[in-house]
Structures are given as C-alpha cells and as structure tokens.
C-alpha cells in the first residue's frame, strides 16, 4: 500500500509551490521509508524547477539534501534500520552491475542513474524528492550519520548531503592535505563547506570571491587568505601560486585567469554549472602543464566516507532554517547570493 504524506510541488516553471498530498510507494525488498526532518534547497532544485537546464517533469517536488529518521525497512534490508538517523543525497537507484556502480562511482552509471526528484526511474515512476514528509529510498542509496553529530547539528548537516560530497570529491581526487595549496572560488553554498573540507584536511586554503563582503565569514570558516577578484591585481599578484584551485560558481567566468594562479602540474577543478559554456585558452593548459577538471558528485561509498570524515572534525554547512511558506522567496535570495550560506527546511513546517 501507499503512503500519503505532506508535500510541497510546483505546477510548471513559472507557478509557485503549492502545498500537495504526496503518495510514496509500499516498500520494495531492498527499500527503506525515511521520515524526513531536515530538506536543503540546492541551486540545482532551482535551475531544474525554472527549466535552465531542460524539460522537467511536473507537478515537481524537488530536494535532493535530506535527513531524517528511518520508520520502516524491507524484507532484506540488513545496513539500516528503524530509529537510524540517515541522509538521501542526489541519487536513488542505479543498475548496480556496470563499471562505474561496481566502483561505487554510481553518479555515472551506464543504464543513467536516477535522480532523487524529477527523474523516470527504472518503474516508470518520476520520482519526487525532499520537500515532503516522507521518501522510499533503495537502501543501498542511503548513508548514516554518524552518532558524533547531535540533534542540535542535523539541520547544518543535511547540506552535506550534496555540497559535502560535491566538493570533497575533487579534494580527495588530488590528494589535497597538508603543504597543499588550495584556492576555492565563490564562497556559497558549496563555496564554504569547500572552504572548511580543506581546511580540515590541512590545506592552506584561500578564497577568491568577488568583494571582500564575506572575508570576515571565509577566514572563520578556516581559510588562510581571502582575495577580492574585483582588484584585478590578485591575479598577476598570485601568478603560480595554487596546486588545486575548486571552482564552485554556478555562473560563466574567466577560466583562464584562474588557470594563471596555478603552480607546475596544478589542476582547476569545476563543479559549477552555469548555463553557458565555461571556454579556457590552450595555452593554459600547456603551460606549466596545468589542467582542467570536473566532476559531479561521488558515489555512495564515498558519501559515506566524508559524511564520517566530517563529523570526525565536527565540519557542518552554515544554514538558514527557513519554513515551508519561505520556499519560494528563498530561491530568488539563492540567485541573488543573499544566503548565508545555505537555506535548509524545516519539513515539520509543512
């Protein structure tokens, strides 16, 4: 049987959200049903919602940062249980039997992963996502948090559920640590979980971001250095100066002067996605054989890892607690850079 539960959908691009009875499905073997405490509101639920990014399916409910409790399992779900406090982050199936999902790198399966709202899964469902009381998740797709973070800390770290993992995957990929040198550009909401992920690891860790509007919260979240790229001379300035600069704007920018930054063998890693096309100069990357890189988010195992990796060092996003009502007012303050630093939901609000 179906379970009906409170919602918020949107109608088309252009409508507001609307509050909606949701029905989630009867548990399948392998599911697990979340009630669900905590929705983070991603830049991406917005470019989705407005159609920047293509076709969606609607009605929609987005949301892709969730944390909640665990209320019912299947027949042979083993790794959860009832009462475990868990996260849903951008995925929730995948084929499991290709390359990438034998790697744990599920983001890229080749059967197309499914997304955690406005996707067709492999049933023929569009799946709706966070923004509502409850989710069915397979349970492979579902991660603990650790026991290290109290009630008090679940509303900062739900954003870790895809902020977390998105910009600590390209930290891992290049081995960032102690001596590294790490610049992060923008300071938003992936901006400053990047910030404070790399500065857990040891990296000296400099923020460009536009003004020095945010150098009092980038230096509190443990960077070393902050520099407003509006004084042109920060880029001559710092010429070589970074082995790995994280690129989290969501808008078009000057790739090439920030490639310009980077040391000998440095990598510029994007994980912004603007609408346009980002272009970079060849020579950027031939000299000093420099490179450029991206990624999206990680894969469940490594989900895991740094959801651990940051309670272990008590890392957390900094929020905004906002009611069901706000939803609408608070993308355009996300568009319009007025979060400090992410807007998460309180679904008992709804």
Same mark, same amino acid.
């Given at each position: 049987?179906?379970?009906?539960?409170?919602?918020? @959908?949107?109608?088309?691009? *252009? =409508?507001?959200?609307?509050? %909606?009875?949701?029905?989630?499905?009867?548990?399948?073997?392998?599911?697990?049903?979340?009630?669900?405490?905590?929705?983070?509101?991603?830049?991406?639920?917005?470019?989705?919602?407005?159609?920047?990014?293509?076709?969606?399916?609607?009605?929609?409910?987005?949301?892709?940062?969730?944390?909640?409790?665990?209320?019912?399992?299947? $027949?042979?779900?083993?790794?959860?249980?009832?009462?475990?406090?868990?996260?849903?982050?951008?995925?929730? $199936?995948?084929?499991?039997?290709?390359?990438?999902?034998?790697?744990?790198?599920?983001?890229?399966?080749?059967?197309?992963?499914?997304?955690?709202?406005?996707?067709?899964?492999?049933?023929?469902?569009?799946?709706?996502?966070?923004?509502?009381?409850? /989710?069915?998740?397979? *349970?492979?797709?579902?991660?603990?948090?650790?026991?290290?973070?109290?009630?008090? $800390?679940?509303?900062? %770290?739900?954003?870790?559920?895809?902020?977390?993992?998105?910009?600590?995957?390209?930290?891992?990929?290049?081995?960032?640590?102690?001596?590294?040198?790490?610049?992060?550009?923008? +300071?938003?909401?992936?901006?400053?979980?990047?910030?404070?992920?790399?500065?857990?690891?040891?990296?000296?860790?400099?923020?460009?971001?536009?003004? &020095?509007?945010?150098?009092? &919260?980038? +230096?509190?979240?443990? =960077?070393?250095?902050?520099?407003?790229?509006?004084?042109?001379?920060?880029?001559? $300035?710092?010429?070589?100066?970074? *082995?790995?600069? /994280?690129?989290?704007?969501?808008?078009?920018?000057?790739?090439?002067?920030?490639?310009?930054?980077?040391?000998?063998?440095?990598?510029?890693?994007?994980?912004?996605?603007?609408?346009?096309?980002?272009?970079?100069?060849?020579?950027?990357? +031939?000299?000093?054989?420099?490179?450029?890189?991206?990624?999206?988010?990680?894969?469940?195992?490594?989900?895991?890892?740094?959801?651990?990796?940051? @309670?272990?060092?008590? %890392?957390?996003?900094?929020?905004?607690?906002?009611?069901?009502?706000? /939803?609408?007012?608070?993308? *355009?303050?996300?568009?319009?850079?007025?979060?400090?630093?992410?807007?998460?939901?309180?679904?008992?609000?709804?």
């Amino acid at each position: 049987m179906t379970v009906t539960v409170p919602a918020l @959908a949107a109608a088309s691009a *252009d =409508a507001p959200f609307e509050r %909606v009875q949701l029905e989630r499905r009867d548990l399948r073997p392998d599911d697990v049903r979340i009630d669900i405490r905590w929705a983070g509101i991603c830049h991406s639920d917005i470019h989705t919602k407005r159609e920047e990014w293509g076709t969606a399916h609607f009605p929609l409910t987005p949301g892709h940062e969730i944390l909640g409790t665990v209320v019912e399992v299947g $027949d042979q779900v083993t790794t959860h249980q009832v009462g475990d406090v868990v996260g849903v982050g951008c995925f929730v $199936d995948s084929c499991m039997e290709c390359a990438p999902c034998k790697d744990g790198e599920e983001q890229y399966c080749l059967k197309g992963g499914i997304g955690t709202y406005g996707v067709e899964d492999y049933y023929g469902e569009v799946t709706q996502g966070g923004y509502s009381g409850q /989710v069915v998740v397979r *349970d492979h797709f579902v991660v603990k948090i650790p026991d290290s973070y109290t009630e008090a $800390d679940y509303a900062a %770290v739900t954003p870790l559920l895809c902020a977390g993992i998105t910009t600590y995957h390209p930290l891992k990929e290049h081995n960032v640590g102690p001596g590294t040198r790490v610049g992060v550009v923008g +300071l938003g909401g992936l901006g400053h979980v990047a910030v404070k992920l790399a500065a857990a690891m040891g990296a000296e860790v400099s923020v460009f971001s536009r003004t &020095d509007a945010k150098k009092e &919260d980038g +230096l509190s979240f443990g =960077a070393k250095h902050y520099y407003a790229t509006e004084d042109g001379s920060v880029f001559s $300035d710092l010429a070589g100066s970074f *082995d790995v600069i /994280v690129n989290t704007v969501g808008a078009n920018i000057g790739l090439d002067a920030y490639m310009g930054l980077l040391d000998r063998g440095g990598v510029l890693h994007d994980v912004g996605a603007p609408e346009e096309n980002l272009s970079v100069s060849a020579f950027s990357l +031939l000299v000093n054989r420099r490179s450029l890189a991206g990624s999206m988010i990680g894969g469940l195992p490594e989900t895991q890892e740094m959801i651990d990796f940051a @309670a272990e060092h008590g %890392v957390t996003a900094t929020v905004e607690v906002i009611s069901a009502d706000q /939803v609408d007012e608070y993308y *355009d303050k996300v568009v319009h850079g007025q979060v400090r630093y992410r807007a998460v939901i309180d679904t008992e609000t709804l």
